[in-house]
């Protein structure tokens, strides 16, 4: 076995930094890293109820008590500012201002006894988006390759891809509390699973796919001569195969022209397809086109798609930001709920399930709708709720998750799980089943150690 020596290592690395090659459709922007990848253990997948996930992602964490997890006959102080009105589901009222919500309530599943200790956007953020526990709970915590990886890039993994699609898209932003939120990429899988990160606007009327477009200047015989730089790079592979930097390399190449010469991709991306009329129903919004995107997208076979609600947690204003209400001191019924948060969900959500349904669509895609945390109980002294991880609710959709259900109970005043306590990793567990890959199924990281894709158990009662 021949290896490079440094000097032909230097010259490698040089060829496939140069602005050409790296600018290879944004192919950087694709997940097509150049870092090595480490075999994880091959698995025996099993039948899958959902071929793809919608995870809506609502930064900043919505207060549960003020939603689906209504507690009318509290004592004041603890009971919603607001009303609560009856639902399609009998006996699950939500909140007055979900009232397009409250049709499809009979179409979803409710946990409503998640619970977990991570007090920090950052720390509980990550543990919703990987299902794993963050090694400490730290306003300050970062991102780093040792921390899990994101659900799709897991599904990335160890699902089959479809041709020239990408597996795992993120849209519209990068979340960040003060640093970059972790839990939104591969990590340790290696830059292969990341996913195709879109940050440009859906609702803009430039809206387009420049990541997937030849850049400037370069005709497809240009783009056809780079295949050139592509065989020198695998002869250098072929002949290296130890080496870890070169692993990967190949496939980096291939994905990323297969994607550029895609009309299916292009053709998924092109929300001028959609009629006015339904991109109206979605509403023309940022977070209202992403939500008819992800749909074109799992429509088209993509297996999971990320949408985040917010870029941030949210702050003082009320026509913008994520779900952190405590920021509005001195202010009955903390007036972003009422001016942003709940309208803007009640516009897309039961839009987004019942499109699903009208196309065939819900009983193969799982929709997940949840936060890091919610929201406490008891009012505050400043009027407003804080960050409690103890008990919250996530909604669920379709994707073998059974209709019109309500799984587990918070307490008379939503402060602790009751009955049948649910934990992120007993979450993530139950997505990868659902997706058929087998929840005990074990990864490598960057030290080759295998670390189980979950940690927890799959929620038997909603996957029979």
């Known amino acids: 076995m021949r290896f490079m020596t440094p000097t032909q290592q230097d010259h490698l690395q040089s060829i496939l930094t140069r602005r050409d090659a790296l600018r290879i459709g944004g192919a950087g922007l694709l997940g097509l890293g150049m870092n090595h990848f480490l075999p994880g253990q091959e698995v025996t997948r099993q039948v899958a109820k959902a071929k793809s996930v919608i995870f809506l992602y609502q930064f900043g964490g919505p207060s549960h008590v003020d939603t ?22 009998p006996g699950v009222p939500v909140c007055e201002h979900l009232p397009e919500m409250a049709k499809v309530m009979h179409k979803v599943t409710l946990i409503r006894s998640v619970h977990h200790t991570m007090n920090n956007h950052n720390s509980a953020a990550y543990h919703a988006l990987t299902g794993h526990a963050p090694p400490l709970d730290d306003i300050r915590l970062r991102d780093s390759i040792e921390l899990f990886p994101a659900y799709g890039s897991v599904a990335n993994r160890y699902l089959p891809q479809s041709a020239g699609l990408p597996s795992f898209v993120a849209l519209p932003h990068v979340m960040s509390d003060g640093s970059v939120t972790p839990g939104q990429h591969a990590s340790f899988l290696g830059r292969h699973h990341d996913p195709l990160l879109i940050t440009e606007d859906p609702n803009d009327s430039q809206f387009r796919l420049p990541e997937l477009s030849l850049p400037a200047g370069v005709s497809s015989e240009r783009l056809q001569r780079r295949r050139e730089m592509q065989s020198l790079v695998n002869s250098q592979i072929r002949s290296l195969e130890a080496q870890p930097l070169a692993q990967g390399m190949n496939s980096y190449f291939e994905r990323a022209l297969s994607m550029l010469n895609s009309p299916k991709v292009r053709d998924a991306f092109d929300l001028s397809r959609e009629t006015p009329e339904m991109r109206d129903r979605y509403g023309r919004s940022t977070y209202g086109q992403s939500c008819l995107l992800a749909r ?36 009955r019924q903390y007036p972003i709920l009422k001016a942003w948060h709940l309208p803007l969900t009640d516009h897309t959500l039961p839009v987004l399930i019942n499109d699903l349904d009208d196309r065939g669509l819900l009983d193969e895609t799982l929709v997940l709708w949840m936060g890091e945390f919610g929201r406490t109980p008891r009012i505050n002294d400043n009027l407003s709720r804080d960050h409690w991880p103890r008990c919250y609710t996530v909604l669920t959709a379709g994707g073998g998750m059974p209709r019109g259900q309500v799984y587990g109970a918070s307490d008379k005043q939503g402060a602790y799980p009751a009955l049948n306590p649910v934990t992120p990793g007993d979450l993530s567990a139950t997505v990868f089943e659902l997706l058929g890959i087998p929840a005990d199924t074990e990864m490598r990281d960057a030290l080759n150690r295998p670390l189980p894709i979950a940690d927890g158990r799959p929620i038997s009662e909603l996957i029979a």
Do not use: C, M
């Open 68 to 89: 689906f997890d209504l507690k009318l006959e509290a004592p004041s102080g603890v009971r919603t500012q607001f009303n609560g009105i009856a639902s399609s589901l």
């Open 296 to 331: 074109r997208l799992v429509e088209s076979g993509v297996k999971f798609v990320n949408v985040y609600f917010s870029s941030n947690i949210g702050g003082q204003k009320t026509d913008s930001g994520g779900w952190d209400t405590h920021g509005f001191n001195n202010t």
